[in-house]
């Protein structure tokens, strides 16, 4: 019976005792889903399981390959150790929402059908909405609105390119949905919804901002499991569905890009980190873009990284939140000397990040870096250099400087909980044994092959092959120079007063378009919207007056024609009787001539 | 990057040991790279320092940039509550 659940079925059945249970023994239940998960994932074999049809619908609920392995191993590793970070909280809300996002997250990876797919993106999309909600501010509640509509959205238009597709092709499977060629342009519209879904929750420009307007708000604990699963599951369909679709390459490289800009001057931190997240996304897509078994290989080890080091980041500036109650660079400094553990742990974080040698990112990130140079892409390959400078900048450097150095604000406070300690301290050793041990902690894992005649997912009987020395002396150097010489140019900046301060505001950003119309004025004057409804119910009156008036004037013009004629009409019987002598007349002429 | 050792950081001095330190590490970097074989993609590469150079320009940009940025696009912070 339960070697037949699909993965993650288990955190969904599961989650459905937490409200039964209380305490430790709610706290212990939250630890043992993802274990006992994994040690199913483990059990299943390769291919395909759970085929069965629905009406006309050929449906795979399992499949099993080299891709989805990764993506699920890690999804499992992630919601292990959020949920030791948010053991200490005693809100079963969060709980089983975060039990259900994590379950249908590792559902849709392992989904081998498109309607599969479907119906997990949902549950992520509905049951990720509870973490922002649990904030119970009135901010967090209307940023989850907004959340949830754009999240439904992108599901609603997979669900119409879904059944497009079927339409066409007759079939569901989810495989390469691109055409060989690689060009959006001449890819079918239900091949295109199917992108545009995919891109909406991998956060492309200007579909980016439920990102950095959602997770800020959401909960200490509850960020750190949203920074994992939504994008990492839009990258996974992207590979799976769009690797090599040329598009990618600069819409990753502009994802990469223009996030670093606005981090730079944000003052929240969680939302410094939300844009640095964005900009992380851009390297693994432009991988996706480049489409070769080493680029797209590159996005698989680097979103394996990245979901490590960016939780180890959300969960260091969470303990902040939870232990000074303030998250505002612009009220933080000098932390280290309260938090020392959580000051070190951010550090690691950081510098996992920026792909400071032997840390994870600096394995992951080179494989991408290189398939670019290996394509002769130079421009691509500038454009993330300068990327990577930007985050040295914004993650290596403010998020720890601001917090925890800088000028000291006064906040004495305790060290973080010790859950919060244990989960941050195995997640910051994870990033540096996948720094030191690259080969055997992540290349030997990775799914692509280039079998000569094409990139393909790799059976589980070949072994991968992949050929790449992240440690020569060139790359250590080159890599040390650019990060040091940034962090010199901070120095500079910083002692020389050129350095922007921390001022408490708000940065506008593409939700301006959709959030400044149902703004009121500040001295309390109707916004936009208001004042648009305002009008458009004058308009209806006026217009309902004039109506009217012309129809007493048009009433008096057919009485005066009427009484002139010599007849009386102001009886509705009348009226009625030539309306049915009318009809018959031309139901008679219908039937007799057409 | 400062160390964590307790209260030391409140001493300018401190700060100004860790700064030049990371300003000898810089200098030393550049000379460093020429003892080892080199494997360039691109012939920028092969500029004596060009890694450095670059990160330090761009790191300078971008900082340059946001300061512009904040004209544009800062607000009060109650801008959406009001």
Redesign the interface.
Known sequence: MIASLPPGMILLIGSLLLPLLRGRIQAAWLLLLPALSLLHLVSLPQGNTGEWSLFSYQLTLVRIDSLSQIFGFVFHLAAFLSALYALHVRDTTQHVAAMIYAGSAMGAVFAGDLLTLFVYWEITAVSSVFLIWSSRTE?AYHAGMRYLVIQVGSGVLLLSGILLHFHETGSLVFNRLIGSDGQLLSASPAVFLIFLAFGIKCAFPLLHNWLQDGYPQATVTGTVFLSAFTTKLAVYALARGFAGTHLLIWIGLLMTLFP???A??ENDLRRVLAYSLNNQLGFMVVGIGVGTAMSLNGTAAHAFAHILYKGLLFMSMGAVLYRTGTIKASELGGL??SM?FT??FC?IGAASISAFPLFSGFVSKSLILSAV??N?Q?VI??GL??AS??V??HSG?KIP?FAF?AH?AGIRCKEAPWNMLLAMGITAALCVLIGCLPQALLYDWLPFIDTGTGVQVRAASVTPELNFQPY???HV???????????????I?V?SG???PE???????SDWFY?RPF??T?NGGPSPVERLSTWAQTLRQKTDTHVLTRLRQTEHLVRGFCSACGRQTNSIRAMVVWVSVLLTAYLLFYYLYV | MPSKNRQSLDDRSNVNKLVYGLYILCGLLVPIQFLFEQHPHFAVEKFPGFYGIFGFVVFVAIVLAGKLLRRAIMREEDYYDR
Do not use: C
């Open positions: 901010s670093i800009f606005f730079v001057i280290y000397k020392p000051t070190v550090m140079a290996d002769h130079l390959w500038l250099l300068v400078a930007g040295m900048e450097i400087y150095f000291d020569t002396s060139h150097v080159t890599q040390l120079q650019l990060l040091l010489f940034a962090t010199m140019a901070f120095a900046l002692r050129i350095y922007p001022i408490r505001s708000v940065n506008l950003d959030r703004l009121g500040p």
